[in-house]
């Protein structure tokens, strides 16, 4: 079965440093995702990208977040001058379609764990 | 606000139902999920249904949607050790379909 694979699985950074996040989505989907799960708390939508720009973000997704999809199957998420509360598991999400009757199945990535020390 | 609670935990016995809840606050859900975390894994789609339907079934899980109360339920039939997990709701809002809104997830342990 179609998955959507994520690198790397964890990753320990320093402060302030920057961090890649890497997604490769299932290769048919046009829409594609990311969300994060800060331990404890619930997964919140940080951004969606869709024909090549972002179609919507969140007010966490400020000017330190940046989202890329380099090639035709990558899709990036940097993360510019990383805070400790930028610590979370990362996850990445594609889908089909934009809804209608078919429906929207989003599927997500198994995550990556970033720990900011 | 797009607020979604769920019980944090659920034990069951193996053999058994187990029925998992949610409540939203957003009536204007086009989508309602459900998405089961194992530990270390990621978000697996489990099942979803469209907001002009009361019940889905899908093999052993149903899930039910009472858009009158706001609350959606997923029901395991003949619960098994391997459905243990985290499982979370989730829905949209019909304008920004694939932003979704999860809630903080119920852990169904089931023992033997």
């Known amino acids: 079965e179609p998955e959507v694979t994520q690198t790397p699985s964890h990753q320990v950074t320093q402060m302030g440093q920057e961090v890649i996040l890497r997604c490769v989505p299932i290769?048919?989907?046009?829409?594609f995702y990311w969300y994060r799960q800060i331990l404890g708390q619930k997964v919140e939508f940080l951004v969606s990208?869709?024909?090549?720009?972002?179609?919507?973000k969140s007010e966490i997704f400020d000017d330190q977040f940046s989202v890329e999809r380099p090639d035709g199957s990558n899709f990036t998420l940097k993360i510019r001058s990383t805070k400790l509360e930028d610590s979370a598991m990362y996850f990445c999400?594609?889908?089909?379609?934009?809804?209608?009757?078919?429906?929207?199945?989003?599927?997500f990535g198994e995550g990556s764990w970033l720990t900011v020390v | 606000g797009e607020d979604v609670e769920q019980s944090l935990f659920l034990s069951v016995r193996e053999g058994d139902s187990s029925v998992i809840n949610c409540t939203y606050t957003?009536?204007?859900?086009?989508?309602l999920y459900w998405y089961k975390q194992e530990p270390g894994a990621g978000l697996q789609l489990l099942t979803y249904?469209?907001?002009?339907?009361d019940m889905k079934q899908d093999q052993r899980l149903t899930v039910l949607l009472n858009k009158k109360d706001k609350h959606l339920s997923l029901r395991i039939a003949d619960t098994q050790t391997g459905d243990s997990a985290i499982y979370f709701c989730a829905f949209d809002r019909g304008s920004t379909l694939g932003r979704l809104y999860f809630g903080r997830g119920t852990q169904l342990t089931v023992w033997p």
């Open positions: 290769s048919n989907h046009l829409y």
């Open positions: 999400a594609s889908s089909p379609l934009d809804g209608g009757d078919s429906g929207n199945t989003i599927y």
């Open positions: 990208f869709y024909n090549n720009e972002i179609s919507e």
């Open positions: 249904i469209f907001s002009n339907m």
């Open positions: 957003d009536s204007s859900s086009t989508y």
